[in-house]
């Protein structure tokens, strides 16, 4: 069965610098999402990405972050200048126009 | 603004003992609205997909039934590997398909 895939699975970094998550989304999906939970609270929307360009963004989504395909199978998000309110849960998910999306297991990053 | 609220927060159930969970939703128009599982430290795995009010999907012992204010997902005869979090999500029509999800309830079945 098809599934999306993150890597790694948990991440510690130092504040102030640069962290990139990755995921390959499930191959014949169209939308590809961010998404972060901070520990105890909810999933919350960071991005979404269709056509090779941001459709969406939250507030939170500033510019200390990026989104990028850099091929046809991997999709990634940078975090620049980490600060310690970082530290979450980082879920990819991908899904097909007005279906349900898929996500990943998630990546936990950790900011010290 | 689109939202969704869940209740209860927490749900202590005896196993074997039935009950629902609560997902009220607002928002502009309702593209889809879905229901996820998420065990502890692990990502949202999807359930069901509800559409339009009167639909219901079932799985095992979850059942979900959605009307045009909120939807239930009901939990009959429970097992202790039902332990989890269950959450709600819902995809508006009005923009792009982001989905809007819940706090979610959080579920522990007793043996």
């Known amino acids: 069965e098809p599934e999306v895939t993150q890597t790694p699975s948990h991440q510690v970094t130092q504040m102030g610098q640069e962290v990139i998550l990755r995921c390959v989304p499930i191959?014949?999906?169209?939308?590809f999402y961010w998404y972060r939970q901070i520990l105890g609270q909810k999933v919350e929307f960071l991005v979404s990405?269709?056509?090779?360009?941001?459709?969406?963004k939250s507030e939170i989504f500033d510019d200390q972050f990026s989104v990028e395909r850099p091929d046809g199978s991997n999709f990634t998000l940078k975090i620049r200048s980490t600060k310690l309110e970082d530290s979450a849960m980082y879920f990819c998910?991908?899904?097909?126009?007005?279906?349900?999306?898929?996500f990943g297991q998630g990546t936990r990053l950790t900011v010290v | 603004e689109d939202q969704v609220t869940q209740s209860p927060e927490a749900l202590r159930l005896q196993e074997g003992e039935s009950s629902s969970l609560n997902c009220s939703y607002t928002?502009?128009?309702?593209?889809?609205l879905f229901w996820y599982r998420q065990d502890p430290g692990k990502g949202p795995e999807f359930l069901f997909t509800?559409?339009?009010a009167g639909e219901e999907k079932e799985k095992e012992r979850l059942k979900a039934t959605l009307t045009k204010k909120e939807s239930f997902l009901h939990i009959t005869a429970p097992k202790p590997e039902d332990s989890a979090t269950y959450l709600c999500?819902?995809?508006?029509?009005?923009?792009?398909?982001?989905?809007?999800f819940g706090t979610g309830t959080r579920l522990k079945v007793l043996a």
């Open positions: 998910a991908s899904g097909r126009i007005g279906a349900e999306a898929f």
């Open positions: 509800l559409y339009s």
């Open positions: 999500a819902v995809q508006s029509t009005s923009g792009t398909y982001k989905y809007i």
């Open positions: 928002v502009s128009g309702l593209r889809g």
């Open positions: 990405f269709y056509n090779n360009e941001i459709s969406e």
């Open positions: 191959s014949n999906h169209l939308y």
